[in-house]
């Protein structure tokens, strides 16, 4: 079963901030995000390996939160690098991807 | 350089004519994995291995094999290739069995038209 995220897509100024939410309606592990650059390959940000455990990569950061399988990632004064699309994904029977969550930030 | 490497990066080809895509790394990883993306639906397992001769289908294994007969290589071979397998295909490794709690590398990708 896929994890569900949202939004799909975002759109920012520079300097704002977002939050993208992963959730499973299977018992979560963990649970990994990366990001994908347009015509590039995804690249690792973080694992989140326990319950209410929280991690942080440059301005971005992530929480976990077991009991409600749902995990989140926050991205505070975005910059433009931070444009592309956000995948979260957990190890399952096999690993399975959410569908994505495109940022947009514009200058 | 540690690496992950697809090759071909492009290829066009025809409905049923046999084709290989190539993965290699160079880092002893132990994990390896194929994905295809397609728009609106992210990263989809193809099949994955967790060691030499260990395979194991992913959610969308129909239509694919692969085979694990080193540790560094792990092709993707489509037999009789279908249009509806044209998409942008990922190869990845980790350094575990599972990649519970490690990284996953991902090659270039490789853009797979079938006419």
């Not at chain 1, 993208?20 to 990001?35: G, Q, T």
């Not at chain 1, 209410?52 to 690098?81: D, P, V």
């Not at chain 2, 194991?56 to 009789?80: A, H, M, Q, T």
Request: charged share 20%.
């Amino acid at each position: 079963q896929q994890p569900v995220q949202s939004p799909q897509a975002v759109i920012l100024r520079e300097g704002e901030d977002a939050v993208i939410n992963c959730s499973s309606s299977k018992a979560l592990y963990s649970v990994h995000w990366y990001r994908q650059k347009h015509g590039e390959a995804p690249v690792f940000l973080m694992i989140l390996l326990k319950g209410g455990e929280q991690k942080g990569h440059e301005k971005i950061s992530a929480s976990f939160n077991e009991k409600k399988q749902q995990s989140s990632l926050y991205l505070t004064a975005s910059q433009l690098s931070y444009s592309g699309t956000y995948f979260c994904g957990t190890p399952s029977q096999n690993f399975v991807f959410g569908p994505g969550t495109r940022l947009s930030v514009l200058p | 350089e540690a690496q992950v490497t697809q090759n071909p990066r492009y290829l066009i080809t025809v409905t049923g004519k046999k084709l290989t895509v190539t993965c290699s790394q160079n880092m002893n990883h132990e994990y390896m994995s194929w994905y295809r993306q397609d728009p609106g639906l992210g990263l989809r397992q193809i099949y994955y291995s967790m060691n030499v001769e260990v395979t194991d289908k992913g959610d969308v294994p129909e239509g694919y094999k692969v085979s694990r007969k080193e540790k560094r290589n792990f092709p993707l071979i489509l037999e009789s290739p279908s249009p509806n397998q044209t998409s942008l295909y990922f190869c990845a490794s980790s350094p575990g069995t599972y990649p519970d709690n490690q990284p996953q590398h991902f090659g270039d990708g490789t853009r797979l038209s079938i006419l």
